[in-house]
């Protein structure tokens, strides 16, 4: 199966920064990945798939980028409500992994 | 908007079966646009898919649980439900189910999601 990494683990930072959270597959997956932000307590929510393309109502300081194995999130300027930990996900193929996750806190 | 909504137990006694349903509403299951999936995501830790079923039956499930778990559909109810045998307190988790969208064939990603139900595996 292919495996999924994130790093890294936890960051923090302050208000205004330009983030990047790393995801990489053990073997390529094309541009069949997804991220989700989960707020602490909350559902997750989907914010990118097929790697780049923004979910609808997602703001545009969140941005994806990646194929086959590296990819990226990034968030441009971060925001107090960006608190929350932040999941790749492929579905290339089953089993549609999860990454571990990357905590992001506001110094 | 499309709505899912968990339903069962929150408490389940090993060895026994946990068993959970996802009410769709304002939708489908039966969209052939879609399929509908189980994660889950014990107290503290990460999100672990579980699997994914086709209103026709078709399914999907995770290598590791594959021997413990059943999920089917009833189109009639527009539910899909999820079946774990054989629980431990390993098992403890927050249950989510979510729908799937449907890329080339095949199960992608997770939107929306329920609002999850924690289930307890405790004698």
């Known amino acids: 199966d292919i495996q999924m990494t994130q790093s890294p683990s936890s960051l923090s930072a302050s208000v205004g920064d330009r983030l990047t959270i790393t995801c990489r597959a053990s073997?390529?997956?094309?541009?069949?990945l997804a991220w989700y932000q989960q707020k602490p307590g909350k559902v997750p929510k989907l914010l990118i798939y097929a790697a780049s393309t923004l979910q609808s109502g997602v703001p545009s300081r969140f941005s994806g980028s990646g194929s086959g194995t590296d990819f990226t999130l990034t968030i441009s300027s971060l925001q107090p409500e960006d608190v929350a930990t932040y999941y790749c996900q492929k579905y290339s193929s089953a089993p549609f992994t999860f990454g571990p996750g990357t905590k992001v806190d506001i110094k | 908007q499309l709505q899912l909504q968990e339903s069962g137990p929150g408490l389940v006694k090993p060895p026994e079966t946990l068993s959970l349903a996802c009410t769709v509403s304002r939708g489908s299951i039966s969209s052939s646009n879609y399929y509908w999936g189980w994660i889950r995501q014990p107290p503290g830790k990460g999100l672990e898919w579980i699997g994914s079923i086709y209103y026709s039956g078709s399914t999907y499930y995770n290598p590791s649980l594959k021997s413990r778990v059943t999920i089917s559909a009833d189109t009639s109810k527009n539910q899909f439900s999820l079946k774990l045998s054989s629980v431990t307190a390993a098992d403890t988790a927050v249950y989510y189910c979510?729908?799937?969208?449907?890329?080339?064939?095949?199960?992608?990603?997770?939107?929306?999601w329920g609002q999850g139900t924690l289930v307890t595996v405790s004698s």
């Open positions: 979510a729908r799937q969208t449907r890329i080339v064939a095949t199960p992608g990603w997770f939107d929306p």
């Open positions: 073997q390529g997956i094309s541009n069949y």
